[in-house]
């Protein structure tokens, strides 16, 4: 959002240059000090032309809003190349996606597979990025456990629930998803995320758990305590964790939590 208050308008700022936000420069047309919406309704941006979606004037003070439709995203472009461009905040295509603002996001090593042209799924144009935490902004009509407002963090996995395989816990394989986000589709390497099945994948984050504490809960986390648990550890067991990545460190705090002794 930008606010621009009277005294910095007093006379018609079509063509004049603000800066707002971290010190980002932007051009504004078609408004004028009295606040009357002149015949432009578009906003441009270093160069960049977005529609807003609201002019808010309260002609006592001059006071406008304007809410931008554009956001920040790293962008997997071609083999070997990754971008940070502008590209258009997602909406809702499905009744079952919610749109969530990302609070904090990690890098994966799978993005790096991505870069080194290890993953033939994955699309060129998308948005990179599958592990996150934030806030519900917006959910489809036929999201029944969140509502905007709501602090999540999300599944890596993209599944619906209720096909052959989702029945029976193989979630990876599910027909209708697998790994979707920052590979088939736009992920969370940007200011907000479409979630699709979104009451399968969000989980709502407790009030007494941070951000911070939630965010490896959708792969690193995960990955590492399923490795742990699947090796049958039994109290006091001497246990040797292969590779300490993060998600090698998850396991061995998770064989720690399951009684390993060293």
Known sequence: FLFIRHPAVRESFTDRRFSFCSGISASYTGFSAS????????????GFDFPYYNAYNNRRYGL?????????????KEHGRFILEEKERPVLKDPKDAIVR????????????????AVP??????????????????????????????????NCETFCGTCFYCKRGFVNNCEHGGWELGCRIDGCQAEYVRVPYADMGLTPIPASV???????????????????????????????????GPVGLCAAESAKYLGAGT
């Open 102 to 117: 990302v609070v904090r996001s990690t890098i994966c090593t799978s993005d790096l597979h991505i870069r080194n042209g």
């Open 121 to 154: 799924r994955a699309v060129p144009g998308i948005i990179l990025g599958h592990e996150f935490v934030g806030e519900v902004v917006e959910t489809g009509s036929e999201v029944v456990k969140l509502s905007a407002g709501m602090r999540v963090a999300a």
């Open 35 to 46: 606040g009357s919406l002149l015949s432009s309704d578009r906003v441009l941006h270093d």
């Open 64 to 76: 406008f809003l304007l809410r931008r439709m554009d956001m920040l995203a790293y962008t997997y």
């Open 210 to 244: 941070t951000y911070e504490q939630a965010l490896f809960t959708g792969d690193i986390l995960s990955s590492g305590f399923w490795g742990a648990e699947i090796a049958n550890i039994n109290q006091g067991d001497c246990v040797a964790v292969i590779g300490a």
